[in-house]
């Protein structure tokens, strides 16, 4: 089983609409979460930074982390078509560096 | 958020040559940055964790006399491809952080795409 799952997709989603993101992880000693949006030939953005269990708000995103379960979610309401991009989930490994979900390409038609 | 800088954006090699990557922090001091690697419709592979002032740690199966990591300075670290060839192709992403490696929030460099002929 890999650390980090999750469905590369691609995702496609009218403008507007509510569109959920997610990982799953196996290693119960995570505690720090992040998304990252990741726009073609580019690096990856952050675009939200979670420390444990719990909800985080910020403008059209939220992230939740539920690590009973071993989910993390990334919500981004009124999507837009500029919201485009693929986008990956990471955990904080034991060495600080990041171990990454394999992306889910989303794609926002007008 | 802070602000890492990568060095060039892209560089098209000759097979045989070697290729310096340069991966700066602008607004912080980092003790520790990572070197990813990414290919075509896949994630980010970890290379190698640089760590300021010592050698750094390669990733299982990435040959540390091929990517010569410096980090010199609390300000940048360097990749250098040595000897490329066709395969090295691919997509390399510098990254950092204030508060790495205690903390997760780490910031990308825009990558630099290396094409070996």
């Known amino acids: 089983q890999k650390e980090v799952e999750q469905d590369p997709g691609p995702l496609s989603v009218p403008e507007g609409a509510i569109v959920s993101l997610n990982c799953t992880y196996s290693?119960?000693?995570?505690?720090?979460f992040m998304w990252y949006r990741q726009y073609s030939r580019k690096g990856p953005e952050l675009l939200m930074y979670?420390?444990?269990?719990g909800n985080k708000e910020d403008g059209r995103f939220t992230a939740q982390v539920d690590k009973s379960s071993k989910y993390i979610s990334l919500f981004i309401r009124d999507s837009q078509p500029s919201d485009s991009a693929t986008y990956l989930c990471?955990?904080?490994?034991?060495?600080?560096?990041?171990?990454f979900g394999k992306g889910t390409k989303l794609s926002v038609k007008p | 958020g802070a602000v890492v800088s990568q060095h060039p954006s892209w560089v098209i090699c000759k097979s045989g040559t070697s290729v310096k990557i340069e991966c700066r922090s602008l607004?912080?001091?980092?003790?520790?940055m990572f070197w990813y690697r990414q290919f075509p419709k896949q994630s980010l592979m970890l290379m190698a964790t640089?760590?300021?002032?010592?050698?750094?740690?390669?990733e299982q199966g990435v040959e540390k006399d091929k990517f010569l990591i410096n980090h010199a300075s609390l300000t940048l670290s360097t990749l250098t491809v040595t000897s490329a060839h066709p395969e090295d192709s691919s997509f390399y992403i510098c990254?950092?952080?204030?508060?790495?490696?205690?903390?997760?929030?780490?910031?990308f460099g825009e990558g630099s795409r290396l094409t070996v002929l």
């Open positions: 640089s760590n300021e002032g010592s050698k750094a740690t390669y």
């Open positions: 607004d912080f001091q980092a003790t520790t």
């Open positions: 290693n119960s000693a995570f505690q720090y």
């Open positions: 979670t420390y444990s269990s």
């Open positions: 990254s950092a952080g204030p508060t790495a490696p205690n903390t997760g929030e780490l910031f």
């Open positions: 990471a955990m904080k490994g034991s060495q600080g560096n990041l171990i």
